[in-house]
């Protein structure tokens, strides 16, 4: 190497230096114990969990809303036509009324009973008319979404009647068992509480004092 300042009588060398470090740090207690990064995983997995229980609530509840909103239905079509009958027998009672007032059996008085009894039952087959045209509505908006509207003008029939005689489970017992196992809103607080739990724990870690051990390794070459 030749010097362009000092001359050719100069030799010089490069200096190459290179380093390398690594420092670790490990909470012995608070934050390190006890699986408390786990813990944020738990949360996490019991947060999904519990909001699939939720989403199976919201569709349990649903179809119980369906299911209700049917039999309001189908017996509201039953009094309508328990009630069209009452009108029809009132009706001919009037008549009858009627005539026997013509030929002088029967007061005044006994044929305005009968018309105003016609009446107030008039007022019931109007009543329960509505009622029913009201629970055709409540179950078309749970089965039919608000932009058919094709639909919402369909009068629902009804063609699934009630059993007689219901089987019902006598095995009280059997029934909460399931009850237990398969409802979601059990499922979901008995999440709740394990959730609770990994809190508890995770609280309780960090009442604990700090303590780190770090570790570090270098090299200077030349």
Same mark, same amino acid.
């Given at each position: 190497?030749?010097?362009?300042?000092?001359?050719?009588?100069?030799?010089?060398?490069?200096?190459?230096?290179?380093?390398? +470090?690594?420092?670790? #740090?490990?909470?012995? &207690?608070?934050?390190?114990?006890?699986?408390? $990064?786990?813990?944020?995983?738990?949360?996490?997995?019991?947060?999904?969990?519990?909001?699939?229980?939720?989403? @199976?609530?919201?569709?349990?509840?649903? &179809?119980?809303?369906?299911?209700?909103? *049917? %039999? +309001?239905? *189908?017996? @509201?079509?039953?009094?309508? @036509?328990?009630?069209?009958?009452?009108?029809?027998?009132?009706?001919?009672?009037?008549?009858?009324?009627?005539?026997?007032?013509?030929?002088?059996?029967? #007061?005044?008085?006994?044929?305005?009973?009968?018309?105003?009894?016609?009446?107030?039952?008039?007022?019931?087959?109007?009543? @329960?008319?509505?009622?029913?045209?009201? $629970? +055709?509505?409540?179950?078309?908006? &749970?089965?039919?979404?608000?932009?058919?509207?094709?639909? %919402?003008?369909?009068?629902?029939?009804?063609?699934?009647?009630?059993?007689?005689? /219901?089987?019902?489970?006598?095995?009280?017992?059997?029934?909460?068992?399931?009850?237990?196992?398969?409802?979601?809103?059990? /499922?979901?607080?008995?999440?709740?509480?394990?959730?609770?739990?990994?809190?508890?724990?995770?609280?309780? +870690?960090?009442?604990?004092?700090?303590?780190?051990?770090?570790?570090? *390794?270098?090299?200077?070459?030349?």
């Amino acid at each position: 190497f030749i010097d362009p300042v000092l001359g050719p009588e100069t030799n010089s060398s490069d200096i190459r230096t290179g380093d390398l +470090n690594l420092s670790v #740090t490990h909470p012995l &207690l608070r934050d390190g114990a006890d699986g408390y $990064a786990k813990t944020a995983l738990e949360l996490a997995a019991k947060d999904a969990y519990i909001a699939a229980a939720a989403a @199976a609530i919201s569709n349990l509840q649903t &179809l119980q809303d369906v299911i209700e909103a *049917y %039999w +309001n239905l *189908y017996f @509201a079509r039953q009094n309508v @036509a328990t009630r069209e009958e009452s009108v029809g027998l009132a009706q001919e009672l009037v008549d009858i009324t009627t005539r026997k007032l013509e030929q002088g059996l029967e #007061t005044r008085i006994g044929q305005v009973e009968g018309e105003a009894e016609l009446a107030q039952r008039e007022e019931e087959l109007l009543t @329960a008319v509505n009622t029913k045209e009201d $629970a +055709n509505d409540a179950l078309l908006r &749970l089965v039919f979404a608000p932009d058919q509207l094709s639909e %919402w003008n369909r009068e629902i029939i009804p063609v699934t009647v009630p059993e007689e005689e /219901m089987n019902l489970d006598r095995d009280q017992y059997a029934a909460i068992e399931t009850a237990y196992r398969y409802r979601p809103d059990i /499922m979901e607080a008995r999440l709740r509480v394990e959730r609770a739990d990994v809190q508890v724990k995770r609280a309780e +870690n960090q009442v604990l004092p700090r303590l780190d051990l770090s570790g570090g *390794y270098g090299r200077n070459s030349n």
